[in-house]
Structure formats: structure tokens, C-alpha cells
């Protein structure tokens, strides 16, 4: 099938034939029909595979139409994110795909100034993109209309649980029209996703390309033990030996990826890291340096994971595991996007067989580490004994939902 026929806009498809877009994929051709008939919809489908143009060429199209009859003025769309990067991404997105159309897309997410983000808005805004705490804000101080929205999107709405937004998202959808379309996106899905979905959606169409919960197919896996004292050598033995130019490394702390950072520039990689902790001018500056090449390796915490989008992008390596399984998913998601093959490597020491088994559970896929000449882990040493469990992701989404009642503290939002 090709976009012509899912109801879109001349317009919008000759848009899409100037960015070489010749067929749908498959979260495309389910979605796009569905949002344009103004549904409630809850869709999941793999990292990398279109999902941000299967909510906004519909929606971009309903503005289009809205201005045309001047039957709505005002913010029309809104689209909610848990990091600045993906809300970047996804505000880029929408000035792309509605390039020529005269529709305003604003972005706004915290760390910036939001004397820009306000001049912005007051140029005129249809289509804003924005991080939940910023909006909040905005809405908090009457900076911000939205008494005339008709669409929120919620991207990546398990990341909304994980990092503590529920909260600031049930103080926003109290400000929203009672009346509207709510669409959830994201590559994974879980039991506390679909109960919250049941207070926000009405009747939705649930859109499942995939398996839920899958990895890319075209992503290679491969699990590497090792012993913790020697990660970082094996990292860089790894870069150098196979000359690879531009690969992304996920830490669990801001502190680690900066120490990791430090390591692996002595080791004459040029590196820098990517966390919370910087400045946004940092971060853009890294990412975009990164891109260029002028970075080979970036360290990064899971702010990253949601929120950068490289062409290209070959290699991804965990140089510890996620607490979080599913997060497992969107790090090694980075790479073989659009169709394109990637190598995802993990690093695992015998304490942290947990996480992995975690991981192989949530994927449905039993992974075979290797041993590595040279770095292979020395078995007569007694092993640590582990670090106390983490909390597990539903009990975390549970806390943040309020629905534990051992606890009474609010969640902490990470950023």
C-alpha cells in the first residue's frame, strides 16, 4: 500500500514524496487511518520504525483543514515527552513534515529559557511539543491557552511512569478539554500502561504491529562476560580494535558515565558523556559534535535512550544493564533504525545475571554470553555478594500511579 492510500492530504503527500517517504511502514499503515477518524488510540510498535510520523501526518492534516475553515485558533495539538531530546525530535518532526503548510510548531521542555520558549508561543502556536514539567509551568503561570485542544499525544508513555511524570500529568489533563482525541505511543507496553490507559482513553483502537515488547529484528545481540574491574578495557579494546567511529554507551549514573568518560579519553578515544547534570547548551553541543564524528564515543545515561535519533548509528553498548528491562529495549533501539542493521553489545558480570534473565523474560529470547580472549572472567575469585535488588519496574509505576500502599512519599522525577 502506499500513503495515497490511507486518506492523507495532497499536500501532506507531496510532502512526504520530497523526503523520499515511498511506503508506509507498518505502524503507518494501522495508525494513520485511525487518528484521522479522530479515535482514541493506544499504539506500540518497535523503536525505529516510524511511530512519530504515524501520529503526525494525520494530525497535521487536521490542523491543516482547521485553519483552512478558521473553525479552531490556537494550541490544536499537543504532544507530550519525557526528555528534552525526544521532544526536540519530535518538535523537528512536525516543522518537517509540515513544511510549506503554514502550521506553527512550538517546543518547550525545562532547562532552556523560557523567555524564548514564551516568544515562540506568542508568534502563534497549532502544534505544541513539550516535556510535562515546562508545560506545567506554563500552564501554572497563565502563559499558555489550551482551552481550544483537540489531540494529546502521549510519546513514550511507559518512560511518562518511569520517571515519576504521572503526577504532573494528572495536574495538566485537568486543565485539558474533557472532550478531545488521546493518543498513547510507545515501543513498550505493560499491565500498569493499559490501567492507565483505561482513565485516559475512551474506547480505544489498540494498534500492535509487533509483539509486544520485542527487539528490533534487524538489531544483532551479543552478551559479553566480563569481570567489572575490567569493562572499561574491554570498551576500548572493542572501539579500537575494530575501529568502529561512532558508538553509543549506556551507563546506569551520571556519575559513572562521567567517570567512564574520563577512562576511555585516556585511552586515547575521544569521549565525552551525556546526562541530566549538563546544561541543555551541553547537551546539544555533545550530541551535535557526536554526530558530526567529532566525538567517537558517547556516554550516556537512559535520558538518552528515548531521545536521540542518528542515522546510521551501528553500535550501541551497555556497559552496565538497566535496572529496568524495558529499558533495555529503547537503549539497543538506538541503532538499526529505519530498516538498517545494527550490533547491540552488553557487558555482564556474574552480578548482574539478574538483569539479564530479567531482560531475556520481558524479550522472550535466552541470550549465550561470550568470553572474550583476553578479557575472559576469572571464576576462581569468590564473587561479591550482590547489591541489595532494586525496585522492580512495577512496583516503581505502581508507586508512581499511588497505587502502593506501603508507601506515602511522592515520586521523585528524574530528568
Known amino acids: 500500500m502506499s500513503f495515497a492510500s490511507l486518506g492523507l492530504h495532497q499536500d501532506i503527500l507531496n510532502q512526504v514524496n520530497t523526503l523520499g517517504y515511498i511506503t508506509p511502514t507498518p ?10 477518524m479522530g479515535k482514541d488510540v493506544m499504539a506500540g510498535a518497535q523503536t525505529g520504525t516510524g511511530k512519530t510520523a504515524a501520529f503526525a501526518l494525520p494530525l497535521l492534516q487536521r490542523v491543516k483543514h482547521n485553519k483552512s475553515t478558521n473553525s479552531v485558533e490556537g494550541v490544536q495539538v499537543l504532544v507530550l515527552t519525557p526528555t528534552r531530546e525526544l521532544a526536540q525530535q519530535v518538535h523537528a518532526s512536525f516543522v518537517k513534515y509540515g513544511q510549506g503548510m503554514s502550521i506553527h510548531s512550538v517546543v518547550a521542555y525545562g532547562g532552556a529559557s523560557i523567555n524564548v520558549q514564551l516568544d515562540a508561543l506568542q508568534q502563534g502556536c497549532d502544534v505544541l511539543v513539550a516535556t510535562p514539567g515546562r508545560l ?40 485539558l478539554p474533557q472532550t478531545r482525541q488521546t493518543l498513547f505511543f510507545s515501543a513498550t507496553f505493560n499491565d500498569d500502561i493499559f490501567a492507565l490507559s483505561k482513565t485516559l482513553l475512551k474506547e480505544p483502537q489498540l494498534i500492535e504491529v509487533d509483539s509486544r515488547n520485542t527487539t528490533a529484528t534487524q538489531v544483532e545481540q551479543r552478551i559479553y562476560a566480563v569481570d567489572k574491574k575490567r569493562k572499561s578495557a574491554l570498551l576500548s579494546f572493542l572501539i579500537g580494535s575494530k575501529n568502529w567511529q561512532q558508538v553509543l554507551i549506556f551507563t546506569r549514573t551520571k556519575q559513572g558515565a562521567d567517570e567512564l568518560a574520563n577512562e576511555m579519553q585516556k585511552d586515547g578515544i575521544a569521549t565525552q558523556s551525556f546526562h541530566g547534570d549538563k546544561s541543555q547548551g551541553a547537551r546539544e553541543r555533545v550530541l551535535t559534535d557526536f554526530k558530526a564524528g567529532k566525538v567517537r564515543a558517547l556516554i550516556a545515561t537512559d535520558v538518552a535512550a528515548r531521545g ?10 551497555n556497559h552496565e544493564l538497566p535496572y529496568n528491562a524495558e529499558d533495555y529495549i529503547h537503549r539497543i533501539g538506538r541503532t538499526g533504525r529505519a530498516g538498517t542493521k545494527g550490533l547491540a553489545i552488553s557487558l555482564v558480570t556474574e552480578a548482574e545475571r539478574y538483569l539479564l534473565t530479567d531482560i531475556e523474560k520481558l524479550v522472550g529470547e ?14 576462581t575469585k569468590t564473587l561479591e555478594a550482590p547489591k541489595k535488588r532494586e525496585p522492580s519496574k512495577k512496583e516503581l509505576r505502581a508507586k508512581a500511579l499511588g497505587l502502593s500502599a506501603s508507601s506515602k512519599k511522592k515520586p521523585k522525577r528524574k530528568y
Open 366 to 379: 535466552q541470550f549465550l554470553p561470550q568470553w572474550l580472549p583476553g578479557f575472559e572472567p576469572d571464576l
Open 136 to 175: 506545567l509551568e506554563l500552564i501554572m503561570k497563565k502563559l499558555i491557552n489550551v482551552s481550544a485542544l483537540q489531540t494529546l499525544v502521549l510519546d513514550e508513555a511507559d518512560r511518562m511512569l518511569d520517571m515519576g511524570f504521572i503526577i504532573d500529568i494528572q495536574r495538566i489533563l485537568k486543565n
Open 308 to 317: 536521540i535519533d542518528i542515522e546510521q548509528l551501528q553500535y550501541v553498548i
Open 27 to 36: 505502524i503507518q499503515l494501522a495508525a494513520i487511518p485511525v487518528v484521522l
